[in-house]
């Protein structure tokens, strides 16, 4: 396992690889787990560490049980489940102002909202936020669920 230090907008990062297979790699972002999908798989031949982390993992332990989903997050997009997929950035975006994780979310995609309406309830700090809508129009894509956790400036919907 491979661990790194990021400064992002002046926030510290401990980013561990956990494992990587193809393009899917799971990490641990200061603790909390992630499933991120890359571009473009690694090549094992420039980056031979990453590319064993997978098989050292395996040899040294017994498989481990899956994450619980709301433990994990896919930062590949996603539409929430029951809405039809939309062109991600079709919009303006709506993003999260601090790191939480979601408890509700008050819209569906093809819902029209007004400037404050509130979009979304975002848990951080054991304190309920409300994340209102910013500016007026259609909401053309939400890329999260309830329970996922996001990090500060993550894209939650867009309104376009």
Do not use: W
Request: proline fraction near 8%.
């Amino acid at each position: 396992m491979k661990t790194y230090q990021y400064k992002v907008q002046g926030v510290d990062y401990e980013v561990e690889i956990v494992e990587v297979e193809g393009k899917i790699a799971r990490v641990n972002v200061n603790g909390i787990p992630f499933e991120i999908e890359m571009q473009k798989p690694i090549n094992a031949a420039k980056h031979p560490a990453l590319a064993a982390t997978k098989r050292t993992a395996a040899a040294a332990t017994a498989p481990a049980p899956i994450a619980p989903a709301a433990a994990v997050q896919s930062v590949a997009v996603q539409t929430h489940p029951t809405q039809p997929a939309a062109a991600a950035g079709a919009g303006t975006p709506v993003k999260a102002p601090l790191p939480g994780t979601i408890n509700a979310i008050n819209v569906k995609v093809g819902d029209t909202v007004a400037v404050g309406d509130v979009v979304i309830v975002l848990e951080a700090m054991k304190m309920q936020n409300n994340i209102e809508a910013e500016s007026a129009g259609t909401v053309t894509s939400i890329l999260v669920n309830p329970g996922d956790s996001v990090m500060e400036g993550a894209v939650m919907l867009t309104i376009g």
